[in-house]
């Protein structure tokens, strides 16, 4: 079905004209889709190129999203090459990634390998320093998105932070950033961390996790007892320009690149009464609500599903935008945040209301100035207000970035 309205009028035009702000069609024009096909992640080349003999205790930080191009799982390859690992920790989602989101995490242990998985997505987001004591180094590989509110980027954070403490050297295995070829979104004010939102840069900061590994230690967010060993194992074959399909979705409501490359500027309706297709089978590929059937003759019937135990409006019709009709090239050619897609969906409100809370939307937005956004339903403002930090920004990273644009 077609949407009736102006919303997605509106989207379609903004992605084919060229200059107007959201997207661009001219700036991308070499930008490639990679696959694990075309790409070397830094797990591979460790377990490659690296001896594990000079390592005794070693703890992996991984998911499921934690495999090489031939799909093995690290944990599995590293066992094979008898790599002394002593425990796994597991992040969001879980070790093999079939938690729901904000699903607490129990440690426990993997079938597969027999090795004990601890939780840092339990009673504690942060790695226990009693675990580090009989720990030489902490091997970290998870699949990120790019986006500061997914957790993946605070967990890298806090297992760096008690690294710090702890003097326990790190060695990130670098993966391609899927949203790495733009930056946008006010940068996070302290006040308003969080665990998603944990560091002072943008809503998309175009860095991968190893290169903001480096800025971690660089910008001494972490305060390190005394000198600090971090080593980045980087991935072959990523180029910034370019986006990169997962070999495994890195979460469970991101089953593909589109919901992939709509989630950073989709994400921010989790703090709104809008569906955005949890229980669907367009998770962050629809906008929808139960009170759009006048506007719109799209629907979904949110239900449970994997991932989704209990998604918002279960079992009510929500009408609204189908957003997976966009191609991915549609998408790649994208400069910035869509703001749009708030601003739209805030018409069809006569009050603020919909916004049902507000505190975790200044999370996500990292700043309480976002009501700016909405006062007048004009986007360019809103940009303009945080247009000066990020260049800021932009110059403070320059000097951790790892791959050619």
């Known amino acids: 079905m077609i949407a009736k309205s102006y919303f997605l009028e509106k ?15 001219s700036a991308q024009s070499q930008a490639r889709i990679l696959t694990h096909r075309d790409v070397e992640p830094g797990a591979e080349v460790l377990v490659n190129e690296w001896d594990p003999d000079g390592f005794a205790r070693v703890a992996v930080v991984a998911h499921a999203g934690s495999v090489l191009s031939d799909g093995r799982h ?12 002593s425990f796994i920790y597991a992040p969001e989602h879980g070790f093999r990634s079939d938690a729901d989101a904000g699903a607490a995490i129990s440690d426990g242990r993997d079938p597969t390998s027999g090795l004990p998985v601890k939780s840092l997505y339990g009673s504690s987001k942060r790695p226990k320093a009693e675990d580090l004591h009989n720990v030489d180094v902490i091997l970290f590989d998870l699949q990120d998105v790019g986006v500061r509110f997914y957790t993946y980027l605070s967990t890298l954070y806090y297992v760096l932070d008690v690294a710090a403490e702890c003097g326990v050297p790190v060695i990130v295995l670098d993966r391609p950033n899927p949203n790495g070829f733009y930056v946008d979104g006010p940068i996070l004010d302290t006040v308003f961390s969080s665990f998603v939102g944990a560091l002072p840069v943008p809503v998309v900061h175009g860095m991968t996790l190893g290169e903001m590994a480096q800025m971690i230690v660089g910008e001494r967010w972490v305060q390190p007892s005394g000198a ?10 990523y180029r910034k320009r ?3 399909t997962p070999a495994v979705p890195p979460s469970p409501n991101l089953p593909n690149l589109r919901s992939i490359l709509l989630y950073p500027s989709l994400c921010f309706f989790e703090a709104t009464s809008c569906s955005i297709g949890r229980g669907t089978n367009q998770q962050f590929q629809i906008v929808a609500h139960p009170d759009w059937q006048l506007s719109y003759d799209y629907y979904v019937r949110p239900e449970p599903k994997h991932g ?12 609204g935008v189908d957003l997976s009709q966009l191609s991915e090239e ?8 869509d ?10 409100f006569t009050n603020d209301r919909w916004i049902d809370r507000p505190e975790f939307m200044n999370l996500l937005m990292g700043t309480d100035s976002w009501h700016q956004l909405f006062s007048s339903f004009s986007t360019r403002d809103w940009r303009d207000s945080y247009e ?15 791959y050619d644009e």
């Open 308 to 319: 989704a135990k209990s998604p918002k409006h279960q079992d009510r019709r929500c009408y």
């Open 339 to 348: 703001w749009s897609l708030l601003t739209e969906a805030a018409a069809h």
């Open 228 to 237: 600090f060993n971090l080593q980045v194992v980087p991935c072959r074959g």
């Open 242 to 244: 370019d986006t990169y």
């Open 330 to 337: 549609d998408l790649l050619q994208r400069q910035s945040l």
């Open 74 to 85: 690290l944990v599995d390859a590293l066992v094979e090459k008898n790599w002394p690992i």
């Open 388 to 402: 000066e930090d990020l260049k800021v920004f932009l110059n403070k990273r320059e000097k951790y970035l790892i």
């Open 11 to 25: 989207i379609v035009c903004i992605l084919v004209l060229v200059g107007l702000g959201t997207y661009s069609l």
